[in-house]
């Protein structure tokens, strides 16, 4: 099985980079064949430009990055998403990134009545938010039901793909719970991800 860790953080000893680097060796080690995409390492750029509006309308002519990390993608069974929560969602940089690479064809169609066609059904994508907020105040204060609502439906299921294991690792600022929460995110992405496929 191919995999494909995405990451969204400027600094390299972020507990972001730990975890994505922790989750890939536990994969490589369970035989997994596993690429990494740092998106702040690799300059990606984030901003919709009118070329990439004109692209989204007409379909074609996407811009040479977007076609590259599509292609990247395509060479993927399995998308894992590390990332930091900033302001209860995505980083600018991954939302970016999904505005800019998830669109009309490759990710999903209109078809002549109006009804969108899901176009990525054979992709399974796992979720890794980091975020400082202890579970209890995210989930009392509604920040958990919004980013399921945001990120699950809006964007995953509004694609077609396959939802993999969701693992969040709370209190990022604490490192001795940290470190606990970030190695059974770990656990259950690679679960998930051998799981998926030794079931085939």
């Known amino acids: 099985m191919s995999t494909l860790v995405v990451t969204a953080h400027p600094d390299p000893t972020s507990l972001t980079h730990h975890v994505a680097a922790r989750l890939c060796e536990r994969l490589t080690d369970r035989g997994e064949d596993v690429t990494t995409a740092h998106l702040a390492q690799e300059g990606f750029d984030p901003r919709f430009t009118a070329t990439d509006r004109q692209a989204y309308l007409t379909g074609q002519g996407h811009p040479r990055d977007v076609l590259a990390e599509q292609e990247r993608l395509d060479a993927a069974q399995h998308l894992v998403l590390v990332f930091p929560v900033y302001w209860w969602s995505m980083p600018a940089l ?7 690479v998830f669109v009309a064809p490759w990710a999903f169609a ?75 995110a770990v656990d259950t992405v690679v679960g998930a991800v051998v799981g998926t496929a030794v079931r085939g």
């Open 94 to 100: 991954l939302k970016g990134w999904v505005d800019r």
């Open 110 to 184: 209109i078809d002549d009545g109006g009804r969108v066609v899901p176009a990525q059904q054979r992709l399974t994508v796992h979720l890794v938010p980091i975020l400082g907020t202890a579970q209890g105040s995210f989930s009392r204060h509604g920040y958990a039901e919004s980013f399921t609502t945001q990120v699950e439906r809006g964007i995953l299921d509004y694609c077609g793909v396959r939802r993999g294991a969701t693992a969040f690792v709370h209190d990022a600022e604490d490192e001795t719970r940290a470190t606990g929460n970030a190695g059974l």
